[in-house]
């Protein structure tokens, strides 16, 4: 119940009463925080730090929930996208393209980092980084 009590409460930072910003972002109009994303976050960080038997009690108790969540609430993200920065695409781009370069560089960095590190159990070979880096950068293109 505390899990989603505060993935709840993360929700409810997104936007205040009456649809006013509850967090305003200053330079743009909108919220600082997106209630969805908020949510994800949430549930990612719980997973991370929660014992291994924890994890697995609130799967069980939670998991048919969340299929229904997961439906709702990616499509919830996917409704924000607005086809009305089209016209802008020409000033839009370029920021796209370094945001992109820099996503691939940071992939890159991780892995060389993870390969620098010594640690046992991730995929990445010295050989084959050039491959791994290009598909985690595609994977996490939309």
């Known amino acids: ?3 989603l ?3 709840l409460v993360s929700f409810g930072i997104g ?3 009456a649809g ?3 967090v305003p972002m200053g330079f743009s109009p909108g919220s600082l925080f997106q209630p969805e994303l908020l949510v994800i976050v949430t549930g990612t960080c719980f997973a991370a730090v929660a014992d291994h038997k924890v994890l697995r009690d609130v799967d069980a108790i939670m998991g048919g929930v969340w299929v229904f969540g997961q439906l709702v609430l990616f499509s919830m993200l996917g409704s924000r996208t607005s086809p009305g ?3 802008q695409i020409m000033h839009v781009l370029p920021v796209i393209a370094v945001g992109l370069c820099f996503r691939l560089l940071g992939i890159f960095l991780a892995i060389g980092a993870t390969l620098l590190s010594g640690s ?4 990445f070979q010295r ?3 050039l491959p791994d ?3 985690c950068f595609l994977g996490t293109i939309p």
Do not use: N, W, Y
């Open 1 to 3: 119940l505390m899990v």
């Open 5 to 7: 009590a505060v993935a």
């Open 15 to 17: 936007a205040g009463p």
């Open 20 to 22: 006013k910003e509850l």
């Open 85 to 87: 920065i089209f016209p």
């Open 120 to 123: 046992s159990g991730h995929p």
């Open 127 to 129: 050989k084959t980084v």
């Open 133 to 135: 880096a290009l598909f």
